[in-house]
């Protein structure tokens, strides 16, 4: 049930008394064409352009990477290269840059 981005699930929760009951959850993403929808003519809004791939650039190697069946991508670090690493993400004139900020342990 729901529509326009709202999403309606059942979760059993455990009171204070111990209690299990089954409750009504409510996830409110919202709509990101709910505009799509109401113009009238089209031509008064400008559609979304998801993002369809991502390349990863590392020394000269290439990667791309497609989302999931959803459109979903996940994107994951660790700090295998540094114990403070940080991603950062930033727009360019080309593209989406995804950084990953830090300091090694030898100081670089």
């Known amino acids: 049930m ?19 009951v089954e409750a009504v959850k409510v996830n409110v993403v919202g709509d990101p064409l ?10 008064l809004f ?3 352009n998801p ?3 991502i390349r990863v650039v590392n020394d000269g ?9 959803q459109g979903n991508f996940n994107i994951q670090m660790n700090d295998n290269l540094a114990p403070d690493a940080a991603l950062r993400v930033r727009t360019t004139p080309e593209g989406i840059v995804f950084t990953v900020e830090g ?6």
């Open 51 to 53: 993002v369809r791939g």
């Open 2 to 20: 729901g529509e326009d981005g709202v999403v309606l699930t059942t979760e059993n929760l455990v009171m204070p008394s111990g209690e299990t």
């Open 46 to 48: 400008t559609p979304v």
């Open 61 to 69: 190697d290439t990667y791309d990477c497609l989302p999931d069946d």
């Open 103 to 108: 300091t090694t342990p030898e100081g670089t």
């Open 34 to 43: 709910f505009l799509q929808r109401l113009c009238n003519p089209s031509e």
